[in-house]
Nanobody, 125 residues
């Protein structure tokens, strides 16, 4: 059973930055596609971005493109989400996810097999 744990959330003012981490218990972490999703109160869980096995390819939702950067360190079984230029609309619980097979659609939550418990990000105006 793969376990994922997010960390790094917190409260930040608009325009500020946070770096989230996602640590995986899976020793073959480098074999799997990874993604970030977020869920704001009263809203459905939405796609933030994803990263390929080697980290050479990254994909982002339009709402975060140019502000957020996803990376991974396979030697540490860890994925990161660097968030710059944060806006109040970015307030949400952020989840990392692992896909055992290449997702048919990167932004579809059901294409990911394992999820972390989430970390809260709050951006004040």
């Amino acid at each position: 059973q793969v376990q994922l744990v997010e960390s790094g959330g917190g409260v930040v003012q608009a325009g500020g930055s946070l770096r989230l981490s996602c640590a995986a218990s899976e020793p073959t972490f480098s074999f799997y596609f990874m993604g970030w999703f977020r869920q704001a109160p009263g809203k459905a869980r939405g796609f933030v971005g994803a990263i390929s096995l080697s980290g050479g390819d990254t994909y982002y939702a339009d709402s975060v493109k140019g502000r957020f950067t996803i990376s991974r360190d396979n030697a540490k079984n860890t994925m990161y989400l660097q968030m710059n230029g944060l806006k109040p609309d970015d307030t949400a619980v952020y989840y990392c996810a692992l896909a055992k097979r290449l997702p048919r659609i990167l932004s579809t939550a059901s294409d990911y097999d394992y999820w972390g418990p989430g970390t809260q990000v709050a951006v004040s105006a």
